[in-house]
């Protein structure tokens, strides 16, 4: 299995809701990653989990909340965003190496804040 | 972590083998140069990897020169379905913080 899923494909939400993204793979891969990409523009690194630890937080904004509950599992969860917050969030994940590790993207959550 | 450089947009045809050149000036002796693509709507796609030389896959080649400030990554015979945007990165080992350029459109027509 070399998929890295992401649930939902599509949410919209409002200003004031609470709701979470899903991401899961079952290749053995150590490391997580939620990235975010607006139309047009390239994925912008967003978290970076290692061995279930948040090893990386490029100064999200804390209604941005990732979590890791398994090696398996990511989840990031959203709370009060804002319009400018819509894009397409990608997951991904890799396994530890020698070399740059090959990182498998997910399909990606398309999100709409109204 | 390096800043890569690479034409916004190119268009070929058909059959055409395309050639997209990447610069990264400021590379370090650790780091590895690999090429992602993506289609609208969907996540990137590892093409391939190289550290020097050449280094060939089913669906690509990777051509590196010596001082290691380029690449370029080559496509035999692109196909309408090769349109996509494609991203050149280069980091080191372990688990990376990826960090696209604006990489480059590629138009394919009949």
Redesign the interface.
Known sequence: DTEVTQTPKHLVMGMTNKKSLKCEQHMGHRAMYWYKQKAKKPPELMFVYSYEKLSINESVPSRFSPECPNSSLLNLHLHALQPEDSALYLCASSQEGTKQSEQFFGPGTRLTVL | LAKTTQPISMDSYEGQEVNITCSHNNIATN??I?WYQQFP??????II?G?KTKVTNEVASLFIPADRKSSTLSLPRVSLSDTAVY?C?V?????????????TRLLVSP
């Open positions: 780091d590895y690999t709507s969907q996540g990137p796609r590892f990897q550290y991203y990165l980091g080191g080992a372990g688990f990376q913080k990826l960090v696209f350029g604006t990489g």
